[in-house]
């Protein structure tokens, strides 16, 4: 859906000024559109910043500002067949509208004071709240970057001469290849 379909409609006059575009599905390729979220169960390559395939999963959301959980779930009944990506064919994604795909958009939640608390990058408070991984910054340049640990981390990141790097907490930084 793009804001040049909706004022072809004649019903509305977007402003282009401040228009996104959306990090869903952003610069993923062809693949996203044509092939399924999951193939065999498995989240293919192309699909591994957006998918998921395990409930325990916890990783990135779309902007990566925030940590997330994968949404997979187990439905009360099997889903139409064309969306069963699992050998049980009650187990999906939460959303019906992303045809029953799996994917990190259950924003996860901590406790402080006995309020629910999200764990979003960008909010430099969460650093005295909240247990950090080793090399973890939570503030404005911060981004959620998948880890081989036990969930992603926000990170500091910055741009420079065209490539990202990444601050870790105790000086050195990290040049990332892609």
């Known amino acids: 859906l793009?804001?040049?379909?909706?004022?072809?409609?004649?019903?509305?006059?977007?402003?282009?000024?401040?228009?996104?575009?959306?990090?869903?599905?952003?610069?993923?390729?062809?693949?996203?559109?044509e092939e399924e979220c999951l193939q065999n169960g498995l989240v293919p390559e192309w699909a591994t910043v957006t998918f998921c395939?395990?409930?325990?999963?916890?990783?990135?959301?779309?902007d990566r500002r925030m940590i997330a959980h994968c949404d997979l779930s187990k439905w009360n009944g099997n889903l139409p067949s064309g969306y069963q990506y699992f050998s049980d064919p009650s187990l999906g994604g939460g959303l019906t509208q992303s045809d029953?795909?799996?994917?990190?958009?259950?924003?996860y939640h901590f406790e402080v004071g006995g309020e629910p608390v999200p764990l979003?990058?960008?909010?430099?408070?969460?650093?005295?709240?909240?247990?950090?991984?080793?090399?973890?910054?939570?503030?404005?340049?911060?981004?959620?970057i998948e880890s081989t640990g036990p969930r992603a981390l926000c990170l500091d990141v910055k741009c420079s001469q065209g490539k990202v790097i990444i601050a870790l907490e105790d000086g050195r930084s990290i040049k990332c290849s892609s």
Request: hydrophobic share 35%; glycine share 10%.
């Open 120 to 144: 979003d990058c960008t909010d430099s408070s969460i650093n005295s709240q909240w247990i950090k991984e080793k090399d973890e910054v939570f503030g404005a340049s911060s981004r959620c």
């Open 53 to 62: 395939n395990d409930a325990q999963h916890i990783g990135c959301s779309a």
């Open 100 to 107: 029953f795909c799996p994917a990190f958009t259950t924003i």
């Open 2 to 33: 793009t804001l040049a379909l909706l004022e072809d409609s004649g019903w509305y006059v977007p402003n282009y000024g401040v228009a996104q575009n959306s990090p869903f599905g952003l610069g993923v390729g062809c693949d996203f559109a």
